[in-house]
Structures are given as structure tokens and as C-alpha cells.
């Protein structure tokens, strides 16, 4: 007989204020929005969408927790990022820790992107995720909609995964910037000898924080 779930609300309310439950991060990713930048993948999601790219991300149990100033300043660290990407997992169900980890990386100059299960009107609905208007109001870009394995876009052109997902661009500045594709993949190897896959094909593999 299968254990029921626990439920992720309050596993959500387990995570300590400043901090948040991340699945993965990796540095110097060319593949994920404009430039290079730092990902973030956060831990947990309900969709489970068939063909996620990303299955080691539904759970809500405790992952990795980072506190957001940690975060921040191993962002900043990197002289070569020029943004951050949220993915997942869901981000906006920890959506006032990345709040406070954009402001703090927009202050230095790097622009944010996020990823995202829910619509744009979902998001700012008053019924949707707590501190979701927050997250978006510190957002250059964001790319809504889940992903929808019949509608899946195989192009190098195109900068979403599935042809019901959309591009908002609330930084002007940006518009040009859309480059990357979302048919690509990019593999890091780790000082440990790990990998970790990104892309639209990829699976990321979970690699200790150091």
C-alpha cells in the first residue's frame, strides 16, 4: 500500500525565513535566457507534467537549503553572469525568497528571468501563490505556461518548449536579446566529476553544494 504524500503546503512553511529549497545551481549557462548567466533550479512542483524534463524536482521534502544571501553573493561572484534564471520545479511556490535574492542580484546590475508552470493572470490573481506580484514585479523576463508534451516545439528558433508557453519581456531593454534556443542542451562537468545536463533535453543531476 503507497504512503500518501505529505502535503507540500506546509513542507513549504518548513523552509526557514532567507532561505530556500533548491534542487540545483550551476554557473556559466548560455542556454537558459539571455547571456550568461547563473541558474537556479528550486525544489518542488505539483504538476509532475508528463515528459517533465525535470521529474527529480516535484518532491517538496527538503533538498538542499541555501540561505538567499549565500546565493546571492556566489551570483555575484562570477564576474562573467550577467543575469540569473529561476527554473524548477516550481519557483513561484518560494516566490518571496527569489524576490529578495532578485533585488539583491538587480542591484549589482543582473537582470532576472523565471520560468513558470502558471499563466501570467494566474500569477496575479489574488488567489494565486503567496508574494507572487512581488517576484514579478522584479522580473526582466518571464516565460509562462506549462510544459505540454503534445504541443513540444523541436526548433532551434524557438525560445519556448511547448507551443502554448509565452515570452513576456517587461525590461525593453532585453528585446534584442532573445537569442537562445530552446532546442539546445549544455552538459557541466563538475570539480567532482559530475554532471549536470541543461536544456531542453536536459535532466539535471542534483550535485552537492560546495
Known sequence: MSQPKTNPYLQLLEIPAGYLNIMGYVDRSEVNGPGCRAVIWVQGCLRECPSCFNPASWSFETNQLITVEHLAEKILSEPSHQ?????????????????????????????????????????????????????????????????????????????????????????????????????????????DGSRIVTGYWGQVNLAEWD
Open 83 to 191: 543575469g540569473v534564471t529561476f527554473s524548477g520545479g516550481e519557483p513561484f511556490w518560494q516566490a518571496p525568497a527569489l524576490a529578495d535574492l532578485a533585488r539583491r542580484v538587480k542591484a549589482a546590475g543582473l537582470n532576472v528571468m523565471s520560468f513558470t508552470g502558471f499563466t501570467l493572470e494566474q500569477l496575479q490573481d489574488p488567489q494565486g501563490p503567496a508574494g507572487a506580484q512581488d517576484l514579478l514585479n522584479q522580473l526582466d523576463i518571464l516565460i509562462d505556461g506549462a510544459y505540454v508534451e503534445s504541443l513540444a516545439i523541436h526548433s532551434p528558433d524557438s525560445l519556448v518548449s511547448s507551443s502554448n508557453q509565452r515570452v513576456h519581456v517587461f525590461n525593453p531593454a532585453l528585446q534584442d536579446q532573445l537569442t537562445w534556443a530552446s532546442d539546445q542542451i549544455e552538459i557541466h562537468v563538475l570539480k
